[in-house]
Structure formats: structure tokens, C-alpha cells
């Protein structure tokens, strides 16, 4: 019998990988004449073929046609935002109308904490996890402070109950009851950043919404990762990047997701005439009149040349058949990761992403015994045979075999790899 985890079996594995020749749509970056590893999706994907030919159809029609642009043809710009709702709301999970593409992560999270939390002295709080994105965490803090709360008081982070650092559905569950309705928001992620674990998103807005709390999710590191319902989930908002996973280019134009249950919301908002009701908005009234749907929370007219390569990213998504079908491989393929890892550099990495696949992504997080030196001695190793990875502080490589464009044979050369690197 082969061995399940030889080389054979990892040539044998991606010959009979349904999803192989998705990887022929992506410009890999090389190295010494070959294709680079890149386990890097969670960060920056790689350029699908197809983003240039969407950009330079809009500069051409920029130079051709200038202003009359907006209203010719099937990819005007004045509706071209509207080309990508319905791709973007198969990824997500949605109806179409509780999607848009917009702006940039951090600036839709603060747009929907505008309408979403509204703090009162009786219920101020908000709930995020311990060792936040950054990001996220300067987003929640400043809003407190803007409505005229301590973040000392009122922002509360719920810090790791398991081994590795992971949080268990459990303590989510005994914060929120406690918090009870002191609790005006739960802001968590879909796949946290670090460890690279996946939450049972439903069960936390269910409890959230028990307690008479808002529920907002950060899906940066989950889009594109796992087949999200982000309408069954119940969230009231939710908002993500499409550099990372969805590969739509460095500072790609973001993703926000607002549930079809606020489409009619008389709460406060930041308004802008994007956002305007579409029939009388170049009438110019002074009165704000919002459009139904995650599209009345659009500020400003859109980067065309910004969406251009996330059309041609949501293309790929639909041709690999979906995120059901991508999961099913991503599924595979971190498990050899993970079993290579354990049969061979048990001594060596410890994985702190949990093993069950419902608790994880693509990603696993990994740390490397011997403390921090060591662990950057691995990776500038690994970045000087060609396979890029990447550095979380104080001592966390991440590897993110991405369903799209990592094959069998890529794991099997990162393990590879390290057990050289160990014998050096
Ligand atoms: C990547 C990421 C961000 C980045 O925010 P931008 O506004 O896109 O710069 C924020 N939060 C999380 C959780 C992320 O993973």
C-alpha cells in the first residue's frame, strides 16, 4: 500500500484533484526559474489572470469614451457596482441586496457601528475577542470614546480558555449572559487572524440577540475561506476585505454585508448621495432619501478601476463551482497539511489552529519550538527556498494552503523543507 503521506501519494492527490486546473488562472509569482510556494492567501492572494483584461477594458474605455463611460454599454460605470452584488452574494451566503462592495474593511466597520451601536448608559458594551486585528480593535475603542464611553468599562475582551489560545463556544457563551443587557454589541470573527479559528457564527448571533445585543461579524479571514451563510447566521452587518482570500489586489475595495431585516432602517447613518435613492438621486435634493439594502449605506461613487479586479476574482469563484466545492478540497488539503506535520515535525511545530474542520479554515498556525529566534530562522529559511509564508509576532508562522491555487505537492515541499532546514 502507499504511504498516504509520500510523495506518490501527493502527485497522486492533486492528479485526481477536480479543482487542479483552477491554479492555471492565477499569475504565480517565481522563484529560480519555478513557481513559487505561496501560502500567503490569508494576506495578499494572487492576481488572477483575468484582473488585467478588466482593468484595461476600463482605462480603454476611460480614453475612449471619457464622461459618456458612465451610461454606455453593458459594463457603464454608473451600474458596475451592481455586476459584482450578485457573485459576491453566492460567496457570502446573502441575497444580493444585503451585499455591497465598498470602501475599505476598518471604514465600513466604523459605518456600520454608526447605524449598529447605539450605546446607553444602561447598555454601553461591546464584546470583541482578546488580541483583535488591530484594526479592529482602534475602530471599537474610538467609537466608545465617541459616543462618550470608557473603553476601560465597556469594551470587553474575551481572552483565550484553551490550549493554543483558542476561545471556547462555551466561554462566548458564559460572556455574553454575563455581560446580558449591559451589552449593546458582539463584534467577533469569522476566522480569527492569528490561531486561525472558525466560529459557529449562527450560535453567536443567537446568543447575542437573546441578550437584545447587536451582532456584527469581521469576515476578513473567512471570505473566501469558508462557505459562509452570512443571511442564515442572522448578523445584523458584517464586513471583510477582498485582498486576502478573494484576491482582488493590495487594498482591493471591501465587502459589507447588512441583513435584509434593517433594508428599511430608520436608524442614524453617515449618508452620502451613493447612497440615495437610485430614481431621484442626480435630482440632488438636499433630503436624504436611502436606497432599500446594504447599498443605502454607499457613501461615494465607486472605484471603477478598484472593483475592475474583483469581477474577474468573482469569476473564479463561480467557475470552481463555489465555495461548497472549494471547501470540500480546502478541507483535504489542510488535513494532509496537518497530518505531514504530525507524522513528521511533531517536534518541531506545534499547530495551534484547532483540528476539527468545522473549527478552522484553510490556515494553520504554527509555532516553532524553540521560541522566537528559531521560529525566524525557519521562515527566512523557507523565504530562501522559495516558499512564502507568513510572520504573525511574537512567534507564529502561518500557512494557508489556499483550494484555488495550492496543490498537494506544495504541503509535501514545505514539510519537506522544514526537515532540512532542522537538519542544518
Ligand atoms: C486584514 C484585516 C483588516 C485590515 O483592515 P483594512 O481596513 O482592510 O486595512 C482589519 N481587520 C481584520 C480582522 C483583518 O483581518
Redesign the pocket.
Known amino acids: 500500500m502507499t504511504d498516504r503521506l509520500s510523495l506518490t501519494q501527493a502527485v497522486a492527490l492533486d492528479a485526481a484533484d477536480p479543482l487542479r486546473l483552477l491554479r492555471n488562472d492565477f499569475l504565480i509569482p517565481t522563484f529560480k526559474n519555478s513557481d513559487q510556494v505561496y501560502f500567503c492567501g490569508n494576506s495578499l492572494g494572487l492576481q488572477p489572470r483575468g484582473a488585467r483584461a478588466h482593468v484595461l477594458q476600463v482605462l480603454d474605455k476611460w480614453s475612449h469614451e471619457a464622461v459618456e463611460g458612465h451610461f454606455t454599454g453593458q459594463a457603464q460605470w454608473m451600474t458596475y457596482h451592481e455586476q459584482v452584488q450578485a457573485p459576491l452574494a453566492r460567496l457570502v451566503g446573502a441575497q444580493p441586496s444585503e451585499v455591497v462592495a465598498m470602501n ?4 465600513n466597520l466604523h459605518l456600520m457601528m454608526v447605524s449598529f451601536y447605539r450605546p446607553t448608559a444602561e447598555r454601553p458594551a461591546i464584546l470583541m475577542e482578546a488580541g483583535a ?1 488591530s ?2 480593535r482602534h475602530a471599537v475603542e474610538s467609537q466608545l470614546r465617541f459616543h462618550g464611553f470608557d473603553p476601560a468599562t465597556d469594551l470587553v475582551e474575551l481572552g483565550p480558555d484553551e490550549a493554543g489560545g483558542t476561545i471556547s463556544m462555551q466561554a462566548i457563551e458564559r460572556a455574553i449572559e454575563m455581560l446580558g443587557s449591559r451589552l449593546a454589541l458582539v463584534l467577533w ?1 469569522g476566522v480569527q ?1 492569528r490561531t486561525g479559528q472558525a466560529f459557529d457564527l449562527a450560535e453567536i448571533a443567537r446568543l447575542g440577540h437573546a441578550q437584545g445585543a447587536m451582532v456584527g461579524f ?1 469576515l ?2 473567512a471570505v473566501g475561506n469558508l462557505a459562509l451563510r452570512v443571511h442564515y447566521s442572522g448578523a445584523d452587518f458584517a464586513v471583510w ?1 477582498h485582498y ?1 482570500y478573494v484576491n482582488s489586489g493590495p487594498g482591493a475595495v ?1 465587502g459589507c454585508f447588512v441583513h435584509e431585516r434593517h433594508a428599511h432602517t430608520q436608524r442614524p447613518r453617515f449618508a452620502g448621495w451613493w447612497g440615495h435613492e437610485k430614481a431621484t438621486r442626480f435630482k440632488m435634493g438636499p433630503e436624504f432619501i436611502p436606497t432599500p439594502g446594504a447599498d443605502g449605506w454607499q457613501l461615494s461613487n465607486p472605484s471603477i478601476l478598484g472593483l475592475a479586479p474583483l469581477l474577474a476574482s468573482l469569476e473564479l469563484f463561480d467557475k470552481a463551482g463555489g465555495m461548497v466545492a472549494l471547501r470540500h478540497k480546502s478541507e483535504r488539503l489542510t488535513a494532509f497539511l496537518e497530518a505531514m506535520i504530525r507524522a513528521r515535525l511533531p517536534e518541531t511545530l506545534e499547530i495551534i489552529t484547532p483540528s476539527e474542520p468545522q473549527r478552522r479554515g484553510c490556515q494553520l498556525s504554527l509555532r516553532v519550538s524553540g521560541g522566537r529566534e528559531r521560529g525566524r530562522e525557519l521562515f527566512d529559511y523557507l523565504a530562501s527556498v522559495g516558499i512564502m509564508g507568513d510572520w504573525r509576532e511574537p512567534d507564529v508562522i502561518r500557512i494557508s494552503p489556499t483550494p484555488l491555487y495550492n496543490r498537494y505537492m506544495d504541503v509535501y515541499r514545505l514539510v519537506e523543507e522544514v526537515e532540512a532546514w532542522r537538519g542544518i
Open positions: 475599505s474593511l476598518t471604514a486585528f484594526s479592529d470573527p487572524y469581521d476578513a479571514h476585505c486576502k471591501a
